[in-house]
């Protein structure tokens, strides 16, 4: 025991020998947490999307729509003229722009739909957002209106207007009284996410702590394997066998210094998801500390396995680094596992980093208990048990 | 007096290359022995398969009673190593490389820092305990690899070629440090390719060439085999020279034996002085210079030659 | 300049010799590409561009009345039948449960008496209470959850529509006389059943995209394939970098200084190395995914001016990467660093556009921004004019770090330290 202290004491010197080796432990997955997680929003700066809007048309229902679209809480309004929203459209500077054509008004209703111009740029997930919260915002304006027209065609079945003026009033009633029913109607919607008797609230920036703390601990787990190619370029590993040290202590000690320093950097990064990023992590600690433990010792077994593969220093660390950022990809880790083909999903069945990812989420998406990770823990810690014994067996010292 | 080291038939084979082909010798408690040969002889197969890091092909060693073979934890508690190439942590410093070996070898607290320091002393590194380890020159390098050897005080310590690359500073601390090890009643089994290390330091010195021992004994025990014979060296001026005279001599009655290596002719008479006039005149007779003589008693690079027809340092 | 030609093919020797390099510089780039393609749907057999489909969905119809059928009807609808897979169940309990083994993306439990706080409430004076569908979401799947969610809002807002429609039409009919009170259920029924069947959305988007009239259809890999590509590039001219000091390190760069090799030709060729390594890797990333994924990259002439300055520009980050580390290995570290954090500032994992504005600014710094942008350009069918502006910020950046490097490398001395 003492002796795997020792290795592990050790290693850890070496590791944090070169300073630049804190970009890695700490500077560099904060930075990604931070801002994959959308960065800080502080009040006072408006984060919405901003929308380019043309109003060609002036009227007031093209006002009605540009005030709706102003207090929607996705995009910012920026009304300019044509040619202004245009070039900055093409140059890249806004992600979509919204045109309201001349004659974008109630009176035309009659001849048909009104029709908006909405260009996006392509491939850009603000582009999309701005779609979805014009069409809602177009869906309610438009919503008083078509029961107006309705109510105007179930008058005009039962007896023809006088004039067109009294057409147009009753359809102010009508338009009036819809506005008026739509705004008092009730939420007939409840999203619920979890079934904690204290509610999670659901934050996309979870899906990036989680992911983020995964990836940069995975890699140097990884890179354990760089520490055997090292050990042997030195002579020391050679030397440790002139020793009265046996090979599985050696390899023990080594995974024990890794994992604590992965222990160490796990807590910081959990630390940080909960004090900056105002996640929930902290409502089951033991829960977590078995999830962490049995993550980090599984990544720790499959890098043990890959360093009786490699020869050199520079190949762990390009593997690690490729298999640690694949593995983090097809885990889940970077994108939600939802959007990969379902053969895929069922594929990353096989990689530590989708189970982890899952348990992570179970715990601070969910809210889940002890009982809610026991799968993921016990897969990761089955993980962890073949690689090792595979690590042991395969282990030469040169 | 008893034995520490007993090799029985060693054998290492690396596929088809034989690297070791049955080496026996044993170790006195309390001597020096060295193992004299050229580069690639088999001194490090040797010495890596008593310090338990191969498996021999076939026979085995007992050392301090274990065998290498059965017990190698055992005998790893006996042995020190000092690796021919540098073993150690560059990032660490000299105290931490040693607190780290220390433990790896069973020892802690009090007695380890009692025991590091004095280490530092004999290594003589006690002012630089706390820098790192690649900040030091070649030789204190070294001398911190020798220090890991020292640590837990074994019984037998083994050095293979500590002395390569060093400057002759290092050196003669390194080769006086080994005495004095000695003289504290450590046993050392030390391998060289140089004589003289040899011839200093050791009381008995096993040669080895190509994986066998070709010789075995104290060092007058050794250069008897080449009898009262004498070394006489001459130095010509070119390649060709040495080797023309070489030819020339080889009709010379009472020579016994002549080899050349560059720029000199090496004969094994029994009279040096009177070899030397004759050897003269037959450079005379083909116009060859002799630039400088040299006369030798017999030594174990004699023995070499005499053995193998070839100079230790080809 | 023979000399510079020899020492630079050299390092592009040795570059693609170091299976450890290649790892990063090539299998990296493709193998990421691949899962970034699969995440957007680009593999996605049959080709739904959405990457969405099939979304597993529990349904819980404990209303039993006519909008809690036709709610469920919605689901097993054949309109939505390949973006959902809908089942059925009885059990509320049940159906969370299998959201939160996270067997479904969503649960739709319609609780009793949903039918009847719309539909009664349309006839009589006060509304009864509201009765709301649960949607019980799951939170890992928030992209399948929000479709659910939308499919449902959508339902609700049409059953609004017909209540709201037949209220306001009733309403309006007795104010203006039309009808008499007692006509008014009979009619509200009638009236809200007609409208809730016609329901086309009043104001029509019509959506653009791209400024071209006709953009070719954007695809995602075209995003994807430059990202990487650029972002492994950082990996190759900061190794590129380490080179330069492991040969001064082994001695093989003092040894090329002795030689009748002047100290601008040494250093001009391994700069060359490195360049050449840079656009070595490009050039067979594109080739490889243009055969591989039949990825088209664009107009072939302006792809390859774009290749030479975007490397020309991120070998002049290696350099300064080279001149401010101490040894080999800092580089490597600082390298990788480097790479990591361009990746992200410069859009290779999200696009750039998703980041908050300060993240923008300081991307330009980046060559890989302004290269992903200008290989976005091109496979969107834009010529080399185009992309001008990129290919001359890069070629500035080059040039601005050529110099800093140089000044640090000629303060420092290059042999000595």
Redesign the interface.
Known sequence: MRKILAIAWKDGLIRFA?R??L??FII?PL??TF??G???NPGDVD?RIRLLVVDEAGTPLAAE?RTALERSDAVRVDLLPRAEAEAQ??D?NA?ALLIIPAGFDTAA?TTG???????????????QAA?RA??AV??R???????????VA??ER??PFASAGARAD?FD??RQ??AT??AE???????????TADP?D?D?A??SSAGQLITWVFIPLLGLSGLYAFERQQGTLRRLLTTPTEKATFLLGSITGQVAVALVQMTLLIGFGTWVMGLSWGREPVALAVLLVAFALAAAALGTTLGTFVK?E??A???S??LG??MA??GGC?????????A?RTATKVLPTAWAM?GL?DLV??G?AVS?ILLEAGVLAGFAVVFFTLGVWRFRYE | MTAILEARNLVKHYGDVKAVQGISFHIEDGEIFSLLGPNGAGKSTTISMLSTLYAPTSGDALVGGHSITRQPMQVRAVIGVVPQDLALYEDLTAHENLNFWGQMYGMSGQSLRRRIAEVLDQIGLADKATKAVKTFSGGMKRRVNIGVGLLHKPRLLFMDEPTVGIDPQSRRAILDMVKDLNRQGMSVLYTTHYMEEAAELSNRVGIIDHGRMIALGTQPELTQQVGQDETLRLHVAAEADAAALADALRAVPGIKQISTTDHEVVLIVPEAEEALASAVGHANAIGVKIRSVDIQEPNLEAVFLHLTGRALRD | MLKILIIGFKDVTLAFR????L??ML??PL??TI??G????R???GGSAG??S?IPVVVVDQDGGQLGQALVDTFTSSDLDELLETTTSADPAAA?QRV?D?QV?AAVIIPAGFTDS?LSGAEASAPAA???????????????AGVV?AV??EF??R???G???G???V???L??G??QPQEAAAAGRE?GQ??AA??????????????AAP?PA?D?LA?IAPGMALMFLMYTVSNGGRTLLAERAQGTLPRLLVSPTATAQVLGGKVFGIYLTGVAQMAILIGGSAVMFNLRWGDPLAVGALVLAAVAGATGWGLLITAVAKSP??V???G??VM??FG??GGS???L????G??QVISRITPNAWGL?AF?TLA?GGRLADIAVPIGALLAMAVVLFGAAAALFNRQGLVQR
């Open positions: 070169s630049s080796e970009l890695f560099l930075v990604f801002i994959l959308g960065g800080f984060a729509l459209f093409d890249r992600a209703l739909a009104l029709e908006l111009e909405l260009r996006q740029q392509p491939n850009n997930l603000n582009a779609e014009v069409l177009a869906g304006v438009g919503q008083s209106l078509a029961v107006a027209e309705a109510s179930e008058a039962r007896q009753y009633a009508a009284q819809a029913l739509f109607a009730p939420d007939r919607l409840a999203v619920r996410r979890a079934l999670v659901y996309p979870a899906n050199t520079g190949q660390s390009g593997l680094m490729l950022m694949a990809l097809l970077w994108y939600p596992i939802e959007l990969f083909p379902e895929v899952q989420l998406l969910r889940q809610g | 170091d299976r450890a390099a790892l990063l299998a990296a193998v990421l899962g970034l699969l995440v957007t749907g593999f996605a057999v990457g969405i099939a969370r939160d996270d993306a719309i509201t009765v709301q569908v649960e949607l019980y979401a799951n939170p890992t799947r928030p992209t399948s969610q449902v809002d609700l807002s059953v609004e529509i209540r709201v429609g209220q306001v039409s309403t309006q009919l104010t203006s039309l009808i009236i007609r409208q016609a329901s086309a959305p009043v104001i029509q988007l019509r959506r653009a995209t791209g400024t953009a954007f995602a995003y290995s800092q490597a570290s600082l990788s660093a990591l954090t992200i500032l994992f999200i696009s556009s998703n980041l908050p300060w993240v942008e976005t969107l």
